[in-house]
């Protein structure tokens, strides 16, 4: 069977990372028709728009969509294609594993979790209101004094079908990948009606996972701590989008940093893989980034798409290649280019 799925290079340093991890790809054997597809500041020069609408379809068409990196100029007046990308397809859960490769260097050792983060909520629903704007000013009438007169104003919404979504998604991943709990994080203790709700949604949605994965709750910033102190007591973690944002960073710093970090946003029915880096524009073209972590992404991919074997053949070839340290890129202590740290994965596969 040949797989048709949307390829976007993306820009910066995303074209070469792209190139070389569909290669790498190709190499697992899975027959893949890939749909090129343009987005980010190069295609914003010829098409003026750095998303176009034909993107977007693609994506939708084809369900699965493996991208690169993709610079937000500052200034320019367009919003973030990678937010759009995610809104516009209703890519709620952004799902973030992070594991400890031998040869990565990190303080810790055993490391094997799951970060999923809600996407679509939470204070990035862009609900903002500057100071001593007629909104604000209503908010802080009806606040009765709890508010500060000429204060700006951010809305955090969560709902339940968002909270429930979000963690149906974490419970659904821990069965599928045989994981054995869900601890569901936020700050219930002071954001009782937002925060409140998430694990009071939470709570149900365990309920029908009882006696298969155990759930566990924690207050943000006491996580921070256990993770800096006892990483491996974790599996999948879920949370709001804003706290996702953060934790997700820190857990990247766990086992090695952005080289090495996966990631996927799945919607409804569809998904798209991307490494946790951004396009690293100073390094375009000089065949000198990691692409351990896109070509782990695809690694995400092939399991989403059901081919289970092949996703473990190609982990298992970036985990000896990382673990040898004699074809790696400059971030874990070699001197190897992205093209000869790509080709050493594909020797292993062959
Ligand atoms: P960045 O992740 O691009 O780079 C930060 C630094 O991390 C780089 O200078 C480099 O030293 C290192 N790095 C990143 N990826 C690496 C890799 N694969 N191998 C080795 N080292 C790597 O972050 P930034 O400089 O803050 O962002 C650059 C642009 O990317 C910005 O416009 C930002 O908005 C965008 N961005 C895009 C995405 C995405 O497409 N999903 C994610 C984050 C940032």
Redesign the pocket.
């Known amino acids: 069977m040949t797989y048709k799925i949307t390829l976007v290079p993306?820009d910066?340093?995303g074209p070469e990372?792209a190139e070389v991890t569909a290669k790498v790809v190709e190499a697992t054997g899975v027959k893949i028709e890939w749909e090129i597809a343009h987005a980010g500041v190069d295609i914003m020069e010829k098409e003026g728009t750095p998303l176009p609408e034909s993107t977007l379809k693609s994506i939708a068409k084809n369900k699965v969509a493996l991208k690169g990196?993709?610079?937000?100029p500052i200034g320019t007046g367009f919003r973030?294609v990678?937010v759009a990308i995610r809104k516009e397809l209703d890519l709620y859960s952004c799902l973030r594993p992070c594991k400890t490769y031998p040869g990565v260097k990190s303080k810790y050792s055993d490391i094997d979790l799951v970060v999923v983060r809600e996407n679509t909520e939470d204070l990035y629903a862009g609900v903002e209101y500057p100071e001593n704007s007629e909104e604000a000013n209503k908010i802080i009438d009806i606040s009765k004094g709890k508010i500060r007169k000429e204060s700006a104003i951010s809305i955090k919404p969560m709902s339940v079908f968002g909270c429930e979504r979000i963690v149906r998604f974490a419970f659904d991943h821990a069965v599928k990948h045989n994981r054995k709990k869900v601890t569901a994080v936020t700050k219930a203790n002071i954001m009782k009606c937002t925060d409140g709700l998430f694990y009071k949604v939470a709570r149900e949605v365990a309920k029908e996972f009882e006696g298969k994965v155990e759930y566990e709750e924690r207050l943000i910033d006491n996580m921070c701590m256990q993770l800096v102190q006892k990483p491996e007591l974790y599996d999948v973690i879920v949370l709001p989008n804003l706290y996702g944002d953060i934790l997700s960073d820190l857990c990247a710093g766990l086992v090695g940093g952005?080289?090495v970090a996966p990631g996927a946003n799945h919607g409804k029915d569809c998904a798209v893989f991307?490494?946790v880096?951004?396009?690293?524009?100073?390094?375009k073209g000089l065949n000198k980034?990691?692409p351990t972590?896109l070509i782990l992404s695809a690694k995400l991919m092939l399991e989403y798409i059901g081919e289970t074997d092949a996703a473990k053949r190609l982990e298992k070839a970036v985990s000896e290649v990382i673990s040898e340290k004699k074809q790696v890129?400059y971030?874990l202590g070699g001197n190897a280019g992205t093209k000869e740290m790509g080709q050493a994965i594909i020797d292993k596969l062959k």
Do not use: M, R
């Open positions: 993306g910066g340093t990372l990196p993709i610079t937000t973030s990678n952005l080289g991307e490494a880096h951004g396009s690293a524009p100073k390094y980034v990691n972590a890129t971030d």
